[in-house]
């Protein structure tokens, strides 16, 4: 019951912006679009969130699209680190769990 | 320097033992949580606490029991009633329950029992 959809595998070149799509089609008026990282054998590391407007932090952007069943997490310069495997999760406000699908395993090549 | 710590990183048990898991915090959350996580899969949710002395089942709660008799604090015993114990542990915190809090992780205990 993941409710996201994303490719299972991405590669980028380091310095290069890593653009990681997720499809929550089916995502309702009151879920946040939540991505984590996972670095093998660690425990999930909370990257950004949002609900219907475009976020940035320091580590990466989101952008939702404008009927927000779709949306892209934006590492604008990929560095060796960033390899893991991205979870897209969406989530109600007042839920209590995160529901990880099988995400995307992003390689970053030198 | 605030965290999520859990103890021990490897833990290895014969069949048939309890084993407790620790997990403590210092962010000062009020929620707190278990999830597990096999091979290629994804978290599944055992147990959450949303405030001291009150803990709820998740998805898989079976053979499994928790403690919430400290803020800081949420262990996880891993009974000999529980089928299939060996598995990747992780224990998370939000501020509260609800809301659009995230959860913060910690690194994991890795469960081998044979």
């Known amino acids: 019951d993941a409710k996201t959809t994303q490719p299972p595998s991405m590669d980028c070149a380091e310095g290069r912006a890593a653009n990681l799509p997720c499809n929550h089609s089916?995502?309702?008026?009151?879920?946040?679009v939540y991505w984590y990282r996972q670095i093998h054998s660690q425990g999930p590391q909370y990257i950004i969130h949002g609900l219907k407007n475009n976020e940035t932090n320091e580590m990466a952007s989101l952008i939702i699209t404008e009927d927000r069943k779709s949306s892209t997490l934006i590492l604008p310069h990929a560095t060796l680190r960033d390899t893991a495997v991205y979870y897209c999760?969406?989530?109600?406000?007042?839920?209590?769990?995160?529901?990880f699908g099988q995400g995307t395993r992003l390689t970053i090549n030198p | 320097d605030g965290g999520i710590t859990q103890s021990p990183k490897y833990l290895f048990r014969k069949e048939g033992q309890n084993v407790t898991l620790s997990c403590e915090q210092n962010l000062n959350h009020d929620a707190m949580y278990w999830y597990r996580q096999d091979p290629g899969q994804g978290l599944r949710l055992i147990y959450y606490s949303q405030i001291v002395n009150d803990f709820q089942k998740g998805d898989i709660a079976e053979g499994y029991s928790v403690s919430r008799e400290k803020k800081e604090s949420f262990p996880l015993t891993v009974t000999s009633a529980q089928k299939n114990p060996t598995a990747f542990y992780l224990c998370a915190s939000s501020p509260r329950l609800a809301g659009s809090y995230e959860q913060y992780f910690g690194p994991g205990t890795r469960l081998t029992v044979t």
């Open positions: 999760i969406v989530r109600v406000g007042g839920a209590q769990k995160l529901v």
């Open positions: 089916t995502i309702s008026g009151n879920e946040y």
